[in-house]
């Protein structure tokens, strides 16, 4: 069992910054792959960043250049920096950890674990 707690966010003047952060505790050995997805009103969940245990990064069009995801395995936790915050950017953030099973952790389960999700609100 993976669980996850962000932090961060709340209200944003456009244009400003701020900076989301996701608690891993549990069976963080277990942890791959680990991301940042988002919901609007109305809209589907989306992936905004992501990062590999190899520190492979990607990025949704939408936050290339404005965005950086970042990883501390020493405090296990997952950052996102984010800047140049526009009111499209408004939108509940959810961690995503991806569990797998490997040689190295055979023990592990192969799911993913959400956070409870942060609201990040940015006025125009």
């Known amino acids: 069992q993976v669980q996850l707690v962000e932090s961060g966010g709340g209200l944003v003047q456009g244009g400003g910054s701020t900076r989301l952060s996701c608690a891993a505790s549990g069976d963080t050995v277990c942890i791959s792959a680990m991301g940042w997805y988002r919901q609007a009103p109305g809209k589907e969940r989306e992936l905004v960043a992501s990062?590999?245990?190899?520190?492979?990064?990607k990025y949704a069009d939408s936050v290339k250049g404005r965005f950086t995801i970042s990883r501390d395995l020493a405090k296990n936790t997952l950052y996102l920096q984010m800047n140049s915050l526009k009111p499209d950017d408004t939108a509940v953030y959810y961690c995503?950890?991806?569990?797998?099973?490997?040689?190295?952790?055979?023990?592990?389960?192969?799911?993913?674990?959400w956070g409870q999700g942060t609201q990040v609100t940015v006025s125009s």
């Open positions: 990062i590999t245990s190899e520190w492979r990064t």
């Open positions: 995503n950890a991806d569990s797998q099973s490997t040689l190295r952790v055979p023990w592990c389960e192969d799911m993913d674990y």
